[in-house]
């Protein structure tokens, strides 16, 4: 079992890393509550939802269960889940656990900052991208316009990753959770962006795994300790966002994954980053290890001022002017303002380069 300590505004929380950790959560909650109400997606319900309550007190435990997917991040099924606590019985001394995905984390952290303005609630990831998205407490839920513009910053209570549970993971959702390890090796360590680059995701081993998720959850937990709101080095994180965000929108939500926008993302990062700085960042090198492990980066059907003006409702956003966290080289990332014909410019050369590839 690992731990690692996040210091927030609000609180001091334990992120602890470990094999069936589930099955004792009440081990792991530092105090009692009143009721808890356990939030989860149907796919996850069907794998893990009966095995936490069996750690858990069975007369006070509640369950809402909302669909699987990035369209649950929404402000209809954030109301919906305010009812379910209303009707529940929730009070102050309550304890939201959000189990499941990014999606899930997001939107049930968004509820418990809101419910009452704000109880208690635990992150029990069960996907690799949610390595990321429990830590650091950005909650939120999408808004047709944008994605994750309706939220908050409010820190977990802690952290229960039980990794055995990733081992029913899709190739599809292991793809998308290593584009984020991916992004934390690319702003901070040229040697650990060697080694993922040079990990096959189909032939991952369970101490691969490991050690890139301890690296990852290391990586975020120390930016978010720096800069818990974004006013400085935390812009870091968003790597390959302003375009992953704008493409998650455009195409619908859910159409590709956040892991998925975020790869194409990263490539177009380190294109910029070449041609703005003059660099020799490894485009290539990044553009085969997506290729080998199938990421989808078909971008011929574009509307490029479509996918520029999503970008301009990115939240680093300043008085109209879209910028973008770019690479001086791996592991020094800078944030840069880009005009709009600019990155109309790179987004161009950008598709010709990938077409003639
Ligand atoms: N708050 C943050 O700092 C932060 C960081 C990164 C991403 N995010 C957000 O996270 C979301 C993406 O998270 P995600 O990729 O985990 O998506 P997700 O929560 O939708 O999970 C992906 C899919 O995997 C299924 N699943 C979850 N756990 C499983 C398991 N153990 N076995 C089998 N199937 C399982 C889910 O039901 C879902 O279908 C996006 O909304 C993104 O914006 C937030
Ligand atoms: O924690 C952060 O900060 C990040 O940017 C992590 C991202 O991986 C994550 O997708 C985050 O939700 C993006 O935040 P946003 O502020 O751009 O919505
Ligand atoms: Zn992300």
Known sequence: MEKVQVQSSTNNYQIIIGNGLMKDISHYLT???SS???????????????????????????????????????????YRLHTDAIKFGLDRHSLIIALGGGVVGDLAGFVASTFMRGIDFVQVPTTILAHDSSVGGKVAINHELGKNMIGNFFAP?????????????????????YAEIMKESMISDDRMFNEIRDTRLDRITNHQLQKHLSYGIEVKAAIVQEDEKESGVRKYLNLGHTLGHALEAEMGYGKLTHGEAVAIGLLFSLHVSNEI???????????????????????????????????????????????????????KPTVEKINDDALKTYLQSFK???VSK
């Open 352 to 354: 010709g380069k990938l």
């Open 277 to 331: 700085y003059g660099a020799n960042l490894p485009f290539q090198s990044l553009f085969t290890w997506l290729k080998e492990n199938d990421y989808p980066i078909d971008i011929t059907n574009w509307d490029y001022d479509a996918v520029i003006n999503r970008m301009k409702s990115d939240k680093k956003t300043t008085n109209k002017q879209i910028q973008m966290v770019l690479l001086k080289e791996i592991g």
């Open 36 to 78: 808890i109400l356990i939030i989860t997606d149907d796919k996850v319900a069907d794998l893990y939802l009966q095995k936490i309550k069996l750690g858990l007190p069975k007369d006070r435990v509640f369950e809402a269960i909302v669909p699987a997917g990035e369209q649950s991040k929404s402000i209809d099924i954030f």
């Open 157 to 177: 209570v802690s952290v229960i990753y039980d990794v055995e549970t990733l081992s029913s993971l899709s190739k599809k959702e292991v793809r998308s959770g």
């Open 31 to 33: 105090k009692e509550y």
